[in-house]
């Protein structure tokens, strides 16, 4: 009995020793996706580093390779930091056949794309982006190759293709797997082969580069068994990468289906169309806080999810807004950055540039003088980095009588989009533990001058001063449940004591 009970002890201290010296051996910081900030970068875009890999540029035609490269990227990160992002995610760097200027056209799956660098480049980015705190997400595409892939005359990659069939039905899941989406060779993950192969491409790349995450295209169109695997495969070696799936779909059960299947995060776009209606179109706010609700009820974790303005795929929110588009696109990241959900900002958000659907959202950085809305971006990056409400926090509406009022009589939701908004303010608290920020957005061209009900669940104290971190409304102070709100047209404010 006591030998077994000196043994334990021994057994004990053990335990003790290799947890410290593991502890000891490891970052000392776990990485926690849900505190980053990601800029996303079309490479070809975004800045010239390197004249000599200037193969086939035209700047004057937007669907061609304009010369931005990883050196460019490498270039610019004081820049990026600068913005306040702690994470960049770049578009894909495998070597892409001819025009691919964007990357999602490949043509050799483990070769880094001339045009961008090469592998000594790239790992020179994920080396300086690392040293200044930054983490590299790159962009995979497992779905499809270029138009014009090797494998396609490749005696040897017989079945490595589905048929050839267009997608036609978007709520057939078979026709959306299976089919060649706008046109592309569509690879056939039910096959081993094919299915090893890009599952060990994506460790080569991890393994080589040091990069800290993928940004997956077109999940949807791959099967849910594949991204399982290709989750567990890559969790097993490096528990911390990140993989943010690309679902382009508004539905959020159909989102979350991809979550469980082991991709962390999924590119929010039902909050996307939501922040669209709700800031550059004026529509009800309710929109946006039930899609929080639905998405809540539904995800494993909404405070990973990524979310976004716009992309490389849709108009540029400001090309949407019309009148008063740069206040709107504040409104816009203000909510981005208080919202739940990792907040991804579109290269050139901050200088306020333009751009209408694909390829016109692609436009080169404009890099004359400082950016227009860098600071401010800057300045919600840090609010948000300085509570932890904003990264695991809960998210609670506060209701205004008036908007509710407002909203009974339009219950049509068709009617209530064409209806000009006169009376919608934006309101809600993100709480965590003692921690909490009520984020307050004027969303309408009037002045507001309200007293507001806060929910009791939300458990604000009587008494409390709270301070607009955003530095431009008055202290408000919390009488019982009640506060006072000023708001000027269109103003956004970020309460914390
Ligand atoms: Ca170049
Ligand atoms: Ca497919």
């Known amino acids: 009995m006591l030998k077994r009970q000196r043994y334990l002890a021994l057994l004990l201290v053990f335990i003790l020793i290799i947890a410290l010296v593991s502890a000891g051996c490891t970052p000392a910081r776990k990485t926690d996706w849900k505190s980053q900030v990601i800029y996303f970068v079309m490479t070809d875009r975004f800045y010239d580093g390197d004249r000599a890999n200037d193969i086939d540029i ?22 990026i930091k600068g913005l306040g992002a702690t994470a960049i995610w770049i578009t894909p760097v495998v070597d892409n056949e001819e025009g691919g200027y964007h990357g999602y056209w490949a043509y050799d799956f483990r070769r880094v794309d001339e045009h961008l660098g090469d592998m000594a480049k790239l790992k020179e980015l994920v080396d300086k982006a690392h040293q200044k705190d930054i983490k590299v997400i790159v962009d995979m595409v497992f779905n499809h190759t270029g138009y014009r892939s090797p494998w396609l005359n490749d005696p040897a990659k017989a079945g490595w293709f589905h048929e050839k069939m267009d997608i036609v039905n978007y709520n057939n899941q078979e026709e959306v797997e299976n089919g060649w989406l706008a ?14 192969y890009l599952i060990d491409t994506a460790m080569w790349w991890i393994d080589n580069t040091g990069i800290d995450g993928f940004r997956l295209d077109t999940v949807r169109h791959v099967p849910r068994a ?65 899609v929080m609700e639905f998405e809540d009820s539904v995800f494993k974790d909404t405070n990973i999810l990524g979310n976004f303005i716009d992309n490389h795929d849709v108009p540029r929110f400001i090309n949407q807004a019309g009148e008063n588009s740069m206040e709107k696109l504040k409104m816009a990241l203000t909510y981005l950055m208080t919202t739940k959900g990792i907040p991804i900002i579109y290269y050139g958000t901050e200088a306020s540039m333009d751009g209408g659907s694909d390829p016109d959202n692609r436009r080169d950085m404009m890099w004359d003088g400082e950016p227009v809305l860098a600071g401010y971006i800057n300045g919600l990056s840090d609010i948000r980095s300085s509570s932890d409400a904003f990264v695991y926090g809960d998210y609670i509406p506060i209701e205004d009588s008036d908007i509710v009022g407002f909203i009974r009589k339009y219950e049509d939701k068709y009617a209530r989009r064409r209806q000009p908004m006169q009376l919608l303010q934006f309101l809600f ?69």
């Open 429 to 497: 608290i993100r709480k965590y533990e003692d921690k909490y920020a009520l984020v307050f957005i004027n969303n309408t061209d009037k002045m507001i001058n309200k007293t507001l009900v806060l929910p009791e669940d939300a458990g604000i104290r009587d008494g409390v001063t709270l301070k607009d971190k955003l530095s431009a409304a008055p202290d408000i102070r919390v009488e019982g449940t009640k506060v006072e709100v000023r708001l000027g047209a269109y103003q956004p404010a970020i309460y914390m004591p």
């Open 226 to 290: 594949f991204w399982e695997k290709l989750s567990q495969t890559i969790k097993e070696k490096y528990p911390d990468f990140f993989l943010l799936g690309e679902v382009w779909s508004s539905d959020p059960v159909y989102l979350s289906s991809y979550q469980d299947a082991g991709i962390d995060s999924i590119t929010n776009y039902p909050m996307y169309y939501a922040i669209n209606d709700v800031f550059a179109h004026g529509c009800s706010p309710d929109e946006l806080h039930n």
């Open 183 to 196: 046109g592309l060779p569509d690879l056939n993950q039910d096959n081993p082969d094919v299915e090893k």
């Open 58 to 79: 035209n700047p004057a035609d937007p669907k061609a390779y304009h010369g931005g490269d990883l050196q460019g990227l490498t270039d610019k990160l004081d820049y």
